[in-house]
């Protein structure tokens, strides 16, 4: 598979515009100079695997919506994550969780009081 960096630069500023931050802000999030990441979004400049995993946590994005252009979010990356443990789950130790579940959210409830 390879990587189409003018995508990837594209996906970048996009994303960082609809994140509501300029190339300074999103340069001093991924310690790059706000230079590095116009290059970057304009294809003058491929950033390493370092800076795509700190633009990721930056962006709050998955790698695979900056490198493939998936839209998945963080969060619905982890729901997904945990749904697919929750299938390899018996009844009984879903049933759990469930629990554990509405333990926690009810101790939060209660800490709030």
């Known amino acids: ?4 960096y003018s995508l990837l630069g594209r996906r970048i500023a996009k994303i960082r515009r609809s994140r509501g931050l300029t190339q300074e ?9 706000n ?3 116009s290059h970057i979004e304009n294809s003058r400049s491929i950033p390493s695997l370092e800076t795509v995993v700190k633009l990721c ?10 490198l493939l252009g998936a839209e998945v979010s963080r969060q619905e990356y982890l729901c997904g994550e945990i749904l697919d443990k929750l299938e390899r789950c018996s009844s009984y130790e879903r049933r759990l969780v469930d629990g554990f579940i509405d333990l926690l959210l009810s101790q939060r409830a209660a800490s709030r009081d």
Do not use: H
Request: without cysteine; negative net charge.
């Open 25 to 33: 802000q999103l340069a001093e999030l991924t310690d790059v100079t």
């Open 57 to 66: 946590a930056a962006l709050k994005v998955t790698p695979d919506a900056l």
């Open 35 to 37: 230079n590095f990441i």
């Open 1 to 4: 598979m390879e990587i189409d």
